[in-house]
Structures are given as structure tokens and as C-alpha cells.
């Protein structure tokens, strides 16, 4: 994969699938921007990837759902890295409020909707048009198999990952043209820090890695998939049982 003179921001990068990652592009030496509400983590994260690959690194303690902070750190980034020209909009949650819809109040709904949706939009919105007086960007953003094919008790989650399927098709018929390919990536049961490995849900018998995740965001945000946008990629293992 080629990524030469690229940098990249990527959120929700203190754990999982945001920090695999963010270390898998700053292995390809692209400079890097985390961000994340965990500060720790994030801190964590920011020093593995200069230790590890030298690469420019900044790092956001920043919530994605507050639209002014977001677009501070956007400008700042492209400030500190002189461009931003690969955005993953990864940071989410989906452990919150696993119950019956009935059961469910608009409290969730809104913190799931102001960080699943609102964020990937906030910062979406702020980095595109850079991306687009420089010709050439990538956006991915990630979804997941609820937002295809809707998971029980995560109602509210599967809607907004639905939204962002729709929102990068959407978005691509009016970037492409423009230099910024838009693609989303909807992981299945993917193993991070907290979770266990689930065999049943999948062909494949196991539940996916982070790192699995990475190489495909990679190659999304790579020279090589210039001629993909507007699609959603599962990555699943062959989905058995939603
Ligand atoms: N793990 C899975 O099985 C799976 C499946 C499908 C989709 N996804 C999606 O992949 C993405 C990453 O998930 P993960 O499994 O790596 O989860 P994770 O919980 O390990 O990582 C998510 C990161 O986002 C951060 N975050 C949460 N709220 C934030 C906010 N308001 N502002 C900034 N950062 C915030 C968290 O602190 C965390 O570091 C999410 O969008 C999730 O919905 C995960």
C-alpha cells in the first residue's frame, strides 16, 4: 500500500479498532492525529506510535459529539500536520443501553446519535473542503453489520450505523468527483480489549481483530483504492446469526 506525504486522524483511537488503526498507517508512515475522550489511552497510543514508527504524531483528548471542539482540533491538526488528507471516523459506542427498545429512553438515544452520527458529520464536515482544495482525500467511516442488518437490543446503535452507511453513500456522489473517495466499513463481532471471542456468530468460527480491521481501513485509505467510494465493506467472517 502506498501513502506517500499523508497524514491521517483518526478517532476513537485509544483502543481497538481506532488504535490498531492508528498504528497500522503510522507503520506505513503516514503522520498520525488520535483522538479520543479517554486520555490515558490516548497518551498510551500516542507514544507507541513515535516509539514504534517515528512518524509526526498529535494527540486530542476531545469528545466527537461537540461540534466546536471538533472543528478546533480539525484546524489545529491541519495546523500541526500541515494536512489531513485521510479522516476515519471510528470513535463510537454500542455497549451502552443493550435492552429492548420499549425500555430504552431518548437520553440514549441522543448520546448514541451525538457521538455514532453527529461526530462522524462534525468532523466530516470540517475537513472536506481542505481535502478538497487539495484534490485528493479519504474518508472512511465506520459502521457496522447492525447497520445492515439490525441487531435486537441495540435499536438505537443499529440505526445511527445505518445512517452512516447512507451518509457515505450519499456523501461519495458528491466528493468523488472532487479527489475524496467516501467508503464505510461495517465490522461484525470484532474482539477488543473488554470483549470475548465469539464463535458462533460467524463462518469463520471466530470473532475478528482489530488489527483485521485496520488493514482493510488501510488499504481504503491507501493510493491503491482510488477507484472505491461510495461502499460499504462488511468485515464479518461470513456473517451466521445476527
Ligand atoms: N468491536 C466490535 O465488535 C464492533 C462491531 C461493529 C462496529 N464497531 C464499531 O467500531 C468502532 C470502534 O469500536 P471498538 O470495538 O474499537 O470500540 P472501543 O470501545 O474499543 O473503542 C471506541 C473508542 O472510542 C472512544 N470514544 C467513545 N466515545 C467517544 C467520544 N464521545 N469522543 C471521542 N472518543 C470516544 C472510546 O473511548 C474508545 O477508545 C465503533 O464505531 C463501533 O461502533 C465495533
Known amino acids: 500500500m502506498t501513502f506517500e506525504n499523508r497524514n491521517a486522524l483518526v478517532t476513537g ?5 481506532g488504535k490498531a488503526t492508528a498504528l497500522k498507517l503510522a507503520s506505513f508512515g503516514c503522520g498520525i492525529a488520535v483522538c479520543d ?11 507507541e506510535i513515535k516509539d514504534k514508527y517515528g512518524v509526526n504524531t498529535v494527540s486530542y ?4 459529539s461537540d461540534e ?32 429492548p427498545f420499549e425500555k430504552q429512553n ?43 442488518y439490525g ?17 457515505s453513500a450519499a ?9 475524496v473517495t467516501v467508503n464505510a466499513v461495517s465490522p461484525g463481532n470484532i474482539i477488543t480489549e473488554n470483549g470475548r471471542n465469539n464463535e458462533h456468530l460467524s ?9 483485521e480491521c485496520a488493514d482493510l481501513i488501510s488499504f481504503l485509505a491507501s493510493d491503491e483504492a482510488r477507484y472505491i467510494s461510495g461502499v460499504n465493506y462488511p468485515i464479518d467472517g461470513c456473517r451466521r446469526k445476527i
Open 13 to 17: 483511537a485509544a483502543g481497538g479498532i
Open 37 to 47: 475522550i479517554n486520555e490515558a489511552g490516548l497518551k498510551a497510543v500516542a507514544s
Open 61 to 64: 483528548t476531545v469528545d466527537v
Open 68 to 99: 466546536n471542539t471538533c472543528r478546533t482540533m480539525a484546524a489545529d491538526a491541519e495546523e500541526q500536520l500541515g494536512h489531513i488528507d485521510i479522516l476515519v471516523n471510528n470513535a463510537g459506542i454500542y455497549r451502552e443501553g443493550y435492552m
Open 106 to 148: 431518548s437520553d440514549l438515544w441522543n448520546r448514541k446519535i451525538g457521538i455514532n452520527i453527529m461526530g462522524t458529520m462534525y468532523l466530516t464536515h470540517a475537513l472536506l473542503e481542505p481535502m478538497y482544495s487539495r484534490g485528493w482525500g479519504r474518508i472512511i467511516n465506520i459502521a457496522s453489520v447492525a447497520g445492515i
Open 151 to 167: 441487531i435486537a437490543n441495540m435499536v438505537d446503535y443499529s440505526m445511527t450505523k445505518g445512517a452512516i452507511i447512507a451518509f
Open 171 to 179: 456523501l461519495a456522489r458528491e466528493a468523488t468527483e472532487k479527489g
Open 203 to 211: 463462518y469463520i468460527g471466530r470473532s475478528g481483530t482489530p488489527e
